[in-house]
Nanobody
Framework: QVQLVESGGGSVQTGGSLRLSCVYS????????LGWFRQTPEKEREGVAA?????????TYAESVRGRFTISVDSLRKTLYLKMDSLKPEDTAVYYC???????????????????WGQGTQVTVFS
């Protein structure tokens, strides 16, 4: 079992920045895959950014956030981060941290393979 607890959401003006944090705990090792997803009432859950392993992992980004968002992991603090810069109103959503262990069967931003989910944190970008 893996537990995930997010924090860091809030409201920010267009062009501003936020950093989301996700503390992970439980049974974890370097094969833990971690990702950030977001969802609004109008859209399906969307993969934002993911990393294929805790140490020395390769990040993957959705086209809509590439160059603006940065995913990173602090393995000592067991914390996953999502730094979001140049925020836009269309980034408004509930953001979820997610994780799974084992082989990667689909593109890393495919939410179907993630077994563990945090409670979500609201990000609101106003113009």
């Amino acid at each position: 079992q893996v537990q995930l607890v997010e924090s860091g959401g809030g409201s920010v003006q267009t062009g501003g920045s936020l950093r989301l944090s996700c503390v992970y705990s439980g049974y974890t090792n370097n094969l833990l895959r971690l990702g950030w997803f977001r969802q609004t009432p109008e859209k399906e859950r969307e993969g934002v950014a993911a990393i294929n392993q805790i140490a020395g992992g390769t990040p993957t980004y959705a086209e809509s956030v590439r160059g603006r968002f940065t995913i990173s992991v602090d393995s000592l603090r067991k914390t996953l981060y999502l730094k979001m810069d140049s925020l836009k109103p269309e980034d408004t959503a509930v953001y979820y941290c997610a994780a799974f262990m084992g082989p990667i069967k689909w593109p890393l931003l495919n939410h179907q393979q993630y077994h563990y989910w945090g409670q979500g944190t609201q990000v609101t970008v106003f113009s």
